[in-house]
């Protein structure tokens, strides 16, 4: 049975950074791609990273230049490494494992931008 766990999130300060981790298990990582959503109070669960299964990135415009994602496939991890947060990226942020029309979530870490 395929299993993520998110970990890292909490609460930092304006102009803070954090890194959220998310763990696979029970399948071949490698061969997903990986992707980190977030989902704020009263809004829709939004894209912010994708990583390929061949390392190829993509970011949502708003946080281009801020985030970066990451993959190791020797630990069955994913990374998405936060810097220069703003209270606006406060949010429950998963983690999506995903193949063709197979995909996976976990089941999310808060993190709250606020001074």
């Known amino acids: 049975q395929v299993q993520l766990v998110e970990s890292g999130g909490g609460l930092v300060q304006p102009g803070g950074s954090l890194r959220l981790s998310c763990a696979a298990s029970?399948?071949?990582?490698?061969?997903?791609?990986m992707g980190w959503y977030r989902q704020a109070p009263g809004k829709q669960r939004e894209l912010v990273a994708t990583i390929s299964s061949g390392g190829v990135t993509k970011y949502s415009d708003s946080v281009k230049g801020r985030f970066t994602i990451s993959r190791e496939n020797a630990e069955n991890r994913a990374y998405l490494h936060m810097n220069t947060l703003k209270p606006e990226d406060t949010a429950v942020y998963f983690c999506k494992m995903f193949a063709q029309t197979i995909i996976y979530w976990g089941q999310g870490t808060q993190v709250t931008v606020s001074s």
């Open positions: 029970g399948s071949i990582f490698s061969i997903y791609h």
